[in-house]
T-cell receptor, first 113, second 113 residues
């Protein structure tokens, strides 16, 4: 079974621009979560999507948004990029509920200059 | 709110030494608990999990027991190898609805020959 895939793997953007990251979950997984990983803050939960609906949301500003398509693929968008948005963005997929582990993709490394 | 606190690193051990990485949590209800490992340049991989009190998760020689009375989920291994060098994350997934994982800040482990 193929794992979670994320594209692109690396991205360099300029302050003020916007960016879209993509995540394809493991086949059969309908829950997709996004995390921001930085050396200072560790892993922070952004949001979770399930069946095209945002089911949970972390404490991030409205510049961070996401969506999920009918095939469970998900995208996250960051608008008006700031230097502090430089991070590794991880996507994870899982089966429906909290008893199941999440499977992580390799991440997208975003650098904002 | 829900949170996970884990032992600060970095930790450096000699090969075949005993490993303990402490993890405590704060959560409402009965969360599931997980240990994830991250090797350099890669995403997170599930190491082990426990879904209810007194459950013991184990994998690749690592063990952790879900202790509700002490709200702990300490990771142990009797004899570490150089290949165990990585960053270890303790995490909880709060009870439904949905998935919302809370991660500790990670503990970096280096095993020297």
């Amino acid at each position: 079974k193929a794992g979670v895939t994320q594209t692109p793997r690396y991205l360099i953007k300029t302050r003020g621009q916007q960016v879209t990251l993509s995540c394809s979950p493991i086949s059969g997984h309908r829950s997709v979560s996004w995390y921001q990983q930085t050396p200072g803050q560790g892993l922070q939960f952004l949001f979770e999507y399930f069946s095209e609906t945002q089911r949970n949301k972390g404490n991030f500003p409205g510049r961070f948004s996401g969506r999920q398509f009918s095939n469970s693929r998900s995208e996250m968008n960051v608008s008006t990029l700031e230097l502090g948005d430089s991070a590794l963005y991880l996507c994870a997929s899982s089966l429906e509920n909290s008893f199941y582990e999440q499977y992580f993709g390799p991440g997208t490394r975003l650098t904002v200059t | 709110g829900d949170s996970v606190t884990q032992m600060e690193g970095p930790v450096t051990l000699s090969e075949e030494a005993f490993l303990t990485i402490n993890c405590t949590y704060t959560a409402t209800g009965y969360p599931s608990l997980f240990w994830y490992v991250q090797y350099p340049g890669e995403g997170l991989q599930l190491l082990l999990k426990a879904t209810k009190a007194d459950d013991k998760g184990s994998n690749k020689g690592f063990e952790a027991t879900y202790r509700k009375e002490t709200t702990s989920f300490h990771l142990e291994k009797g004899s570490v190898q150089v290949s165990d060098s990585a960053v270890y994350f303790c995490a909880l997934n709060r009870p439904e609805p949905g998935n919302q994982f809370y991660f500790g800040t990670g503990t970096s482990l280096t095993v020297i020959p």
